[in-house]
T-cell receptor, first 116, second 115 residues
Framework: DTEVTQTPKHLVMGMTNKKSLKCEQH?????MYWYKQKAKKPPELMFV???????INESVPSRFSPECPNSSLLNLHLHALQPEDSALYLC???????????????FGEGSRLTVL | EDKVVQSPLSLVVHEGDTVTLNCSYE??????LLWYKQEKKAPTFLFML????IEKKSGRLSSILDKKELFSILNITATQTGDSAIYLC???????????????FGKGTLLTVNP
């Protein structure tokens, strides 16, 4: 079983809805990530939080809004999404981020999002 | 731009066969290469390779890195139906000040093991 827990596992939303994806880890990791994965494509980095501060935003549209309330939790707030935003959203964590450390990532099972 | 290229993109074998998956890369400031297995959902970590020529092994899986030729292979012997998955290769890349913050993934190899 993965030690990174994501909820919900599936989400269907309309383009005018506001919803949130949640991610939790209790491994004491200080870096957390959001990745987006479209069908038959590799994961693509969206955001990185390090020590609860946003370190990286890979030019993600503002309709995706990340939040890191504490070191164990990572949220992704969704508003006014488009059908092309439908994808598997993967949360990951790593012990640390930056410097010379290679980010060995531990992934959650993902939240499959469908935007109608 | 950093690149990770995996081949083949898909592979169908029978149980008991041995398979070799390939990953080639072009990145600035190479540090390591990682292999992940992705079944229905989350990618799970398999190996991290940093040194050329040193084989990493875990059960029926093994992997080796060639930093001169810029590639890695993942071998699976005596395949089982449970090995069916997408195998992703990734290399840390990007970042400023020498920090490799981003994992650049290849497109993956879809392995199907039939009984």
């Amino acid at each position: 079983d993965t030690e990174v827990t994501q909820t919900p596992k599936h989400l269907v939303m309309g383009m005018t809805n506001k919803k949130s994806l949640k991610c939790e880890q209790h491994m004491g990791h200080r870096a957390m990530y959001w990745y987006k994965q479209k069908a038959k494509k590799p994961p693509e980095l969206m955001f990185v939080y390090s020590y609860e501060k946003l370190s990286i935003n890979e030019s993600v549209p503002s309709r995706f809004s990340p939040e890191c309330p504490n070191s164990s939790l990572l949220n992704l707030h969704l508003h006014a999404l488009q059908p092309e935003d439908s994808a598997l959203y993967l949360c990951a964590s790593s012990p640390r981020f930056g410097g010379n450390l290679v980010p060995e990532l531990f992934f959650g099972e993902g939240s499959r999002l469908t935007v109608l | 731009e950093d690149k990770v290229v995996q081949s083949p993109l898909s592979l169908v074998v029978h149980e008991g066969d041995t398979v070799t998956l390939n990953c080639s890369y072009e990145v600035t400031n190479f540090r390591s290469l990682l292999w992940y297995k992705q079944e229905k959902k989350a990618p799970t970590f398999l190996f991290m390779l940093t040194s050329s020529g040193i084989e990493k092994k875990s059960g029926r899986l093994s992997s080796i890195l060639d930093k001169k030729e810029l590639f890695s292979i993942l071998n699976i012997t005596a395949t089982q139906t449970g090995d069916s998955a997408i195998y992703l290769c990734a290399v840390p890349s990007g970042g400023s000040g020498g920090s490799n913050y981003k994992l650049t993934f290849g497109k993956g190899t879809l392995l199907t093991v039939n009984p």
